[in-house]
């Protein structure tokens, strides 16, 4: 099995975090904060290996539960 690096590790966690905030409600009954959304987009965007994150996170996502 391939073995992530720490950077593909952490975009996966980022992404995972992104996407369960993205569906939780704020305090006024919208969606997760869009600022705090834009940031998180940014730290991906810094990475260049996003293209093996979904197998990464469907990865974590299996030993975490």
């Known amino acids: 099995m391939y073995r992530a690096d720490r950077h593909e590790t952490r975009l996966a966690v980022l992404m995972m975090i992104g996407i369960?905030?993205?569906?939780?409600p704020d305090?006024?009954?919208?969606?997760?904060?869009?600022?705090?959304?834009?940031?998180?987009?940014?730290?991906?965007?810094?990475?260049t290996c996003y293209a093996?994150?979904?197998?990464y996170l469907l990865q974590l996502y299996r030993e975490l539960w």
Do not use: D, K, N, Y
């Open 20 to 24: 369960t905030c993205f569906t939780l």
């Open 27 to 47: 305090s006024e009954g919208g969606r997760f904060p869009r600022a705090l959304m834009g940031v998180l987009l940014e730290m991906i965007e810094e990475h």
């Open 52 to 55: 093996w994150a979904p197998v």
